[in-house]
């Protein structure tokens, strides 16, 4: 049986112009957490349709555990579970019923009970769908994929607009998953997410892959697990890159409306150099700080613009 998730070159346009993925080629082991990390309108959305089957391609090439949608879709469907990036229920169910509705769609489901303790909804088995919280109503709608006993796991930006508790209580649902075996693909615009939850990701900006590999492998080829941020009196775009950049240990610099942002390998060695040249040019340091580098770096260097930006 081939890897769980294989595509080739997939492309979707749309009225002959419009192209909402541009070349798309990923291949996800067993028991992997892949995520495809991106803005809106990056076409994250459109490939996991693909991937699920539930839009053709205009062209490439899918496969799910070797087999194609044409071929097997009756057996890839059992195979799958998938929570939507919208998921409307019935609010005329109750949760219980909701689960049972969803089990009796597959061959071989998990028992309802299961399904419900596992996502901590016992409780709420009598409630109406209507009465429930956005984050109860989440993970309700991740119950109802699970519940088929998949074997793979689709989630289309799975925490958008849930508070702090219930995105943790999502995360800790994907990573039991994951670790019966199960294979995870998520999208999702949420850096410290993709951060804590994917072994592996890629990141898709116009519909293609800019860049794909692990978490840290994807932060250490920025040439810096360290940001320094800081800003001058004085200072205005592009004044002192080049003595910034000539700094110690710097990897690259960028400027983000007076804020100068240093990729440095050595933070200890970058501040008091850093702190000299503020000095010997007459200016006045107004903030400093430092971090670790992450996902948001990487995107932002190589794409020159943040995240959540559009």
């Not at 595509?7 to 892949?34: H, M, P, Q, W």
């Not at 800019?210 to 697990?225: K, N, S, Y």
């Not at 941020?229 to 110690?248: H, I, K, M, Y």
Request: charged share 25%.
């Amino acid at each position: 049986m081939g890897s769980p998730i294989e595509c080739t070159n997939l492309r979707k346009t749309y009225d002959g112009k419009v192209e909402a993925v541009r070349g798309v080629s990923l291949r996800i082991e067993a028991g992997e957490c892949f995520g495809l990390l991106g803005p809106n309108g990056a076409g994250k959305t459109t490939t996991i349709e693909i991937l699920e089957g539930l839009l053709a391609p205009t062209s490439g090439d899918v496969r799910i555990f070797g087999h194609t949608w044409a071929d097997h879709p009756r057996q890839l469907r059992e195979w799958i579970g998938i929570s939507l990036q919208e998921t409307r229920l019935s609010e005329k169910l109750n949760v219980r019923e909701t689960i049972e509705l969803f089990a009796s769609f597959y061959s071989e489901p998990r028992p309802a009970a299961d399904v419900l303790r596992e996502l901590e909804l016992t409780e709420k088995s009598d409630s109406w769908v209507g009465k429930l919280s956005g984050g109860q109503k989440q993970r309700l709608a991740v119950a109802t994929a699970l519940v088929g006993n998949p074997r793979i796991l689709f989630l289309d930006e799975p925490t958008t607009g849930l508070d702090p508790q219930s995105r943790r209580q999502l995360w800790d649902i994907v990573r039991a998953f994951q670790q019966k075996g199960g294979t995870v693909l998520l999208t999702t615009h949420y850096m410290d997410e993709a951060e804590r939850l994917c072994d592996r990701l890629a990141i898709v900006d116009h519909g293609q892959i800019i860049a794909e590999g692990t978490p840290p492998d994807l932060i250490d080829r920025l040439g810096g697990h360290h940001v320094v941020e800081f800003e001058v009196s004085g200072n205005s775009n592009g004044q002192g890159t080049d003595a910034w950049r000539a700094l110690p240990s710097v990897e690259s610099v960028r400027n983000e409306n007076g804020t100068i942002c240093l990729n440095v390998r050595e933070p200890h060695l970058t501040i008091p150099a850093l702190l000299e040249v503020v000095n010997h040019q007459g200016q006045q340091l107004e903030h400093l700080s430092t971090r670790q580098a992450s996902l948001e770096d990487v995107f932002v260097n190589l794409t020159g613009r943040h995240l959540r930006e559009d």
